[in-house]
């Protein structure tokens, strides 16, 4: 459940952050990446920890450990080219993009996840019907 926490909170500031850019509070937008790089490093290295050790055991778990750990440099990146920028400029493109790239990798992380677990309740209240 931590881990899941943790996910969130990554999404959660990696959201912000475009948010703020689009709001135009770009020192706010680096800041909130600055905060998301430690967390989505914890993520992915949990989520590649747990492909490692085995308890990941699904094909799915290591696609969705591997799209995590293809964020965190996109992350990085994102808030690495908006350092020398803190006196409130717009960012330069490829920090926009590094921004909206982790967004689609959380966003095809969020549609594997969703597809995988509705099979699993369907099945589960076709056999409750029985």
């Known amino acids: ?7 969130l909170l990554t999404i959660g500031l990696v959201l912000s952050a475009a948010l703020a850019d689009a709001a135009g509070a770009h020192e706010l937008a680096y800041y909130a990446l600055v ?5 989505g490093s914890l993520a992915a290295l949990g989520a590649l920890g747990s492909v490692l050790d085995g308890s990941a055991v ?5 696609v969705l450990a591997a799209l995590s750990c293809v964020a ?3 992350i990085l990146l994102g808030a690495a080219v908006r350092a020398p920028l803190l006196d409130n400029n717009p960012p330069p493109t490829i920090g926009a993009t590094c921004v909206l790239v982790c967004l689609a990798l ?5 549609l594997l996840s969703a597809t ?5 309740t369907l099945r589960a209240a076709a056999r409750a019907a029985k």
């Open 116 to 120: 995988a677990s509705a099979p699993r």
């Open 35 to 39: 905060a998301a790089v430690p967390l």
């Open 106 to 110: 959380f966003a095809l992380h969020a």
């Open 1 to 7: 459940m931590r881990a899941v926490r943790i996910r």
């Open 72 to 74: 965190v440099p996109f």
């Open 58 to 62: 699904e094909p799915l778990d290591r």
